[in-house]
């Protein structure tokens, strides 16, 4: 990518350099349940080289890895700060590039996602900043998924990244969960019933609206963070496997009114809830 400053949003930013303040700056994270690129961005990826090959463009770093941190945009200077508050902030965090970690901070600009970097300048940690449009591919397993990441011109073609680690063709049972706790913790509380409620018993609640708004309900709000965090204890740990491989349990106890034993089905090569 090249490193200019002066075209898209860090032009928007960057007709300037001021004093920079590392706090009171006034940004904060104001996420959005349905955004596809910030559910998705968190994690390691790695370039992928068939996509590059047919994309026509290597990655310029091998690595790329997110990690969510809202408290670093307090590092970033008042007076970017103050450009920063006309745009939506999404998510926030650390960028990892190559051995190098940058703040970075996910934003929409000219109806693109666009993520803003931070570098080193006159001694400043975010004295500086490039801004990348970047594009996210959900695959059905999430180890497949892709993340296209471009210039900050529409003229600039994408370099192509996957997941780390080995691809899998469908979700085990403890990543099945960790896809779960993502949607309860982003609030796609209806996404999760729909996805993950066995579909025969999702039949039966959609003939009565009541019935599954209820269901929607039960996973909402204070309860739905601790069933999420309940789920999230339960995915760190190897489930007990039917002979057949279909059903997984985990013994999680007492929580909020569910049964004592967490149980996933497999059905057609998806687990579901049961």
Known sequence: MRTHVARGLVGV????????????????????????????????????????????????AKKLEFREDATVLAKIPAAIATKLKAFPILLAGTMQKGETKHVFLLTVLSGNSTLVWFRERGGDPCGDAES??????????????????????????????????KQVGKLAAEAALTEMVAMLRAGRVRDFAETYCAPDELNKLREKDAALEGLIARFEGERGKVIADAFDKAAKLPPVLSDDGNTATWEIGEIEELPKTLKLQRIDGRWYLR
């Open 13 to 60: 930013l960057f007709p300037f350099l001021a004093v920079a303040q590392d706090s009171g700056n006034g940004l904060q994270v104001k996420p959005e349940p349905q955004c596809i690129v910030a559910n998705g961005l968190l994690g390691v990826w790695r370039s992928d080289p068939a996509l590059a090959e047919r994309l026509g463009r290597k990655a310029s």
């Open 132 to 165: 990348w449009n970047v594009m996210f591919v959900r695959a059905e397993a999430k180890q497949a998924d892709l993340l296209f990441v471009g210039g900050d011109n529409d003229n600039q073609s994408f370099e192509a990244f996957a997941r780390d680690g």
